[in-house]
């Protein structure tokens, strides 16, 4: 079965300065990983995915994320955080078999300070 | 439409009514994914449609919830005799063919028993 952890559930920085969410997955299969975004009152928008490519991932808004198969890890980072990124951030694992249900993180709130 | 449309946004209900949650997903989306957000958790799946198979329930969290998709669009989620610990955002995602990366969600509803 799949899972992932998500180390924080929250993460404060300032505007300007680096930003790093930390995800461990555990997964039978070869895993396909994603991260989400969530704005208050907003729905769920995907980030980036790896799916078995290139293992540094970009995404939109300058996010990227490396996957260590090693490390069973899929960090998402961003050079340099904006106001507006603000939000709360899921991890999701998602096996290559079936129907390839998501499995979610808790989520980490990124608390972005002028 | 454009994007996965949920109704109603926002539902009070009395603990011991029904209600009716419905999902309208993307034109052309064969799959069809109810997921619940509890408060600081992460995201628990629920049920998923795809085309005409008989639908994967193994998420449902006891007999008192339903779900029913007509003519391969629009879903309605139901849930009987409803609980506080029923209270949550239920979203809805639609995809392409099952493709776990092509999943795009709805704004959810947020259903609040008292």
């Known amino acids: 079965a799949q899972s992932v952890t998500q180390l924080d559930s929250h993460v404060s920085v300032s505007e300007g300065t680096p930003v790093l969410l930390r995800c461990n997955y555990s997964?039978?299969?070869?895993?396909?990983l994603f991260w989400y975004v969530q704005h208050p009152n907003k729905g769920l928008q995907l980030l980036l995915k790896?799916?078995?490519?290139?293992?540094l991932v970009k995404g939109i808004n300058g996010f990227e994320a490396e996957f260590k198969k090693s490390e069973t890890s899929f960090h998402l980072t961003k050079p340099s955080a904006h106001m507006s990124d603000a939000a709360e951030y899921f991890c999701?694992?998602?096996?290559?078999?079936?129907?390839?249900?998501?499995?979610f993180g808790t989520g980490t709130r990124l608390l972005v300070s002028p | 439409g454009a994007g996965v449309s949920q109704s109603p946004s926002n539902k009070v209900t009395e603990k011991g009514k029904d209600v009716e949650l419905r999902c309208d997903p993307i034109?052309?989306?064969?799959?069809l994914y109810w997921y619940r957000q509890s408060l600081g958790q992460g995201l628990e799946f629920l049920i998923y449609?795809?085309?005409?198979?008989?639908?994967?329930k193994s998420g449902l969290p006891s007999d008192r919830f339903s779900a029913e998709r007509t003519g391969g669009s629009v879903s309605t989620l139901t849930i009987q005799r409803t609980q506080q610990e029923d209270s949550a955002v239920y979203l809805c995602?639609?995809?392409?063919?099952?493709?776990?990366?092509?999943?795009?969600f709805g704004s959810g509803t947020r259903l609040t028993v008292v």
């Open positions: 995602a639609s995809s392409l063919e099952g493709r776990a990366g092509g999943y795009t």
């Open positions: 997964s039978s299969y070869s895993p396909s």
């Open positions: 790896y799916t078995s490519a290139a293992t």
């Open positions: 999701v694992v998602s096996d290559n078999t079936g129907f390839q249900k998501l499995v």
């Open positions: 034109s052309g989306h064969t799959a």
């Open positions: 449609f795809q085309g005409n198979s008989a639908p994967d």
